[in-house]
């Protein structure tokens, strides 16, 4: 019904990417190294910020191509890529996931009256981005202030302690 004969049904994937993101900003009355260097380029820093994170390591500096393992509080575990970087001031990290990357980009700004601009973003990209998105969005989304906070509050602290907010 409906088809004629001999007609063949073929499936299409589509090649169409599609792509979630949210950004969070924050102005801090820090300076933008010290963010740099007690938050963003010590990897075993960023649980101390992130409350998504368990365990966080690098393979060698924080660098372009650097490769970094993340366990999340949730047990995912992923793979991490330095794809993006910018010393002082940018990294962006990505993971594969099944049918999407996910990103997040980390900036930091000096502000001429002094302390700095924070800008994160979380991304993912790809054919099953709306269903990652679903899955992740959620949590990534309601994460980005709390760290973000943190990431302010351990540049400002003298020991580099401070605790993440849940």
Request: charged fraction near 25%.
């Amino acid at each position: 019904m409906g088809h004629r004969a001999g007609a063949q049904l073929r499936g299409r994937v589509s090649t169409r990417m599609s792509r979630w993101e949210t950004t969070a900003e924050l102005s801090a009355g820090v300076g933008a190294g010290a963010v740099w260097e007690t938050a963003y380029a010590d990897a075993d820093a960023w649980p101390r910020w992130n409350a998504e994170l368990r365990r966080a390591s690098l393979d060698g500096p924080l660098a372009l191509d650097a490769q970094a393992r993340i366990v999340f509080r949730t047990g995912l575990r992923l793979r991490f890529r330095v794809v993006e970087f910018e010393h002082g001031r940018l990294f962006t990290d990505e993971a594969r996931l099944p049918g999407a990357r996910m990103g997040h980009r980390h900036l930091v700004e000096a502000e001429p009256g002094g302390g700095c601009r924070l800008v994160n973003t979380i991304y993912i990209d790809g054919p099953l981005a709306p269903l990652w998105r679903r899955i992740l969005g959620p949590a990534a989304a309601r994460s980005l202030p709390g760290a973000q906070s943190a990431v302010a509050g351990l540049a400002a602290s003298p020991s580099g302690a401070v605790r993440r907010q849940r």
